[in-house]
T-cell receptor, first 115, second 110 residues
Framework: NAGVMQNPRHLVRRRGQEARLRCSPMKGHSHVYWYRQLPEEGLKFMVY????????ESGMPKERFSAEFPKEGPSILRIQQVVRGDSAAYFC?????????????FGPGTRLTVT | QKEVEQNSGPLSVPEGAIASLNCTYSDRVSQSFFWYRQYSGKSPELIMSIYSNGDKEDGRFTAQLNKASQYVSLLIRDSQPSDSATYLCAVSASQGNLIFGKGTKLSVKP
């Protein structure tokens, strides 16, 4: 499978638990973007990472949310102490290079439900 | 606050007709524009990218860009029921992340 991979596809957490969402970019892509889509809302940018670097985290809530893209392994979006408002679809996208012209390809998403 | 605006629809067209989807953006210096298709419950799928003024055609799809008017459109010729989806307009921001409109829901009636 040469596409962007995300897991898990569905995740249920109780309020106060931690959620870990994983994203493996397309082969040859080293740029990863995370977006969140709330029900009936548009896609909102959260964070942009390259290997071992956070390039832009301007869209990420200051508390409880963190992201990393280690030298080896997938990118991880971590949400601590989840609340009901975190229930959403979280999408990861990857691109082969940086810059304004770079096309982004999306993974299937992780649907997070907080009960 | 950079914004991308789209009519939410639904836009309903008969099978075989041309569907016209429109998008305006607020940041005059934006340079890269994208159209994504999203079926219900699925992830966005890239359809077209356009970077310079004018038309760009790919099969049944034509993207049109007018930077002076800050306007992007997507035309779908010979619309099929399988084209029924939400179409998202996206604009590149300064670091390369995308700013999305809320999408236009298209319904193609057989």
């Amino acid at each position: 499978n040469a596409g962007v991979m995300q897991n898990p596809r569905h995740l249920v957490r109780r309020r106060g638990q931690e959620a870990r969402l994983r994203c493996s970019p397309m082969k040859g892509h080293s740029h990863v973007y995370w977006y969140r889509q709330l029900p009936e809302e548009g896609l909102k940018f959260m964070v942009y990472l390259q290997k071992e670097n956070i390039i832009d985290e301007s869209g990420m809530p200051k508390e409880r949310f963190s992201a990393e893209f280690p030298k080896e392994g997938p990118s991880i979006l971590r949400i601590q102490q989840v609340v009901r408002g975190d229930s959403a679809a979280y999408f990861c996208a990857s691109s082969p290079f940086s810059g304004l012209a770079s096309e982004q390809y999306f993974g299937p998403g992780t649907r997070l439900t907080v009960t | 606050q950079k914004e991308v605006e789209q009519n939410s629809g639904p836009l309903s067209v008969p099978e075989g007709a041309i569907a016209s989807l429109n998008c305006t953006y607020s940041d005059r210096v934006s340079q890269s524009f994208f159209w994504y298709r999203q079926y219900s419950g699925k992830s966005p799928e890239l359809i077209m990218s356009i970077y310079s003024n004018g038309d760009k055609e790919d099969g049944r799809f034509t993207a049109q860009l007018n930077k002076a008017s800050q306007y992007v459109s997507l035309l779908i010729r010979d619309s099929q029921p399988s084209d029924s989806a939400t179409y998202l307009c996206a604009v590149s921001a300064s670091q390369g992340n995308l700013i999305f409109g809320k999408g236009t829901k298209l319904s193609v009636k057989p």
